[in-house]
């Protein structure tokens, strides 16, 4: 069965420093992963995916995402954290082949300090 | 663009009584939208896939006779949660897939519906 893990309930940083919010992965099969946003009392936003190709993948508000197939690992990660990006960020992976659902990490909530 | 409607944003209701939140997909057909219900500070939890045209397919331990999703057309899908009761409050987020998405498309969300009971 499909799944994802984010490891952290929680991310403190820096304004200015770089971000990582961590995100693994169980599929069988080539996975499908997507990163997304919440911010309060909000829907999800979509930041970026993973599909094929190269494992770096950039995404929307500076973020991007490294693939490791090794580690099993979709990373989110964002050079110069800003105050603006503190929500709750989620993980996901295509639940199975031939679906359209969609398979959610736990969510890690991300503050940025001033 | 893909931009998800989802109305109330709000709503408070007493025990008993039913509620109903539309969503609805305003600039692109979505044959497919999903239903979740988030508690707090916990992930979402898919209720249930809703099909345009077609019955819902409920994910386990989701009441379809308390959770009434309709799917009329290619732009809106409700859920009507039938007789509330404060075990119901919740954040209630609905997502809609293009028609001609594929299985690597993103999901587009709404904004959210809190759900009180009182």
């Known amino acids: 069965a499909q799944s994802v893990a984010q490891p952290e309930d929680q991310v403190n940083v820096a304004e200015g420093n770089p971000l990582t919010v961590k995100c693994t992965y169980s599929?069988?099969?080539?996975?499908?992963l997507f990163w997304y946003v919440q911010y309060p009392n909000r829907g999800l936003q979509f930041l970026l995916k993973y599909i094929t190709g190269d494992n770096l993948v950039k995404g929307s508000y500076g973020f991007e995402a490294e693939f490791n197939k090794s580690q099993t690992s979709f990373h989110l990660k964002k050079p110069s954290a800003l105050v603006s990006d503190s929500a709750l960020y989620f993980c996901?992976?295509?639940?199975?082949?031939?679906?359209?659902?969609?398979?959610f990490g736990t969510g890690t909530r991300l503050k940025v300090l001033a | 663009g893909a931009v998800v409607s989802q109305h109330p944003s709000w709503v408070i209701c007493k025990s008993g009584t039913s509620v109903k939140i539309e969503c609805r997909s305003l600039d692109f057909q979505a044959t497919t939208m999903f239903w979740y219900r988030q508690f707090p500070k916990q992930s979402l939890m898919l209720m249930a896939t809703s099909n345009e045209g077609s019955k819902a397919t409920y994910e386990q331990g989701v009441e379809k006779d308390k959770f009434l999703i309709n799917h009329a057309s290619l732009t809106l899908s409700t859920l009507t949660v039938t007789s509330a009761h404060p075990e119901d409050s919740s954040f209630y987020i609905c997502?809609?897939?293009?028609?001609?998405?594929?299985?690597?498309?993103?999901?587009?969300f709404g904004n959210g519906t809190r759900l009180t009971v009182t």
């Open positions: 997502s809609a897939l293009r028609s001609q998405g594929s299985y690597n498309s993103p999901l587009h």
């Open positions: 599929v069988s099969g080539n996975p499908y």
């Open positions: 996901a992976v295509r639940a199975a082949s031939g679906t359209y659902k969609y398979i």
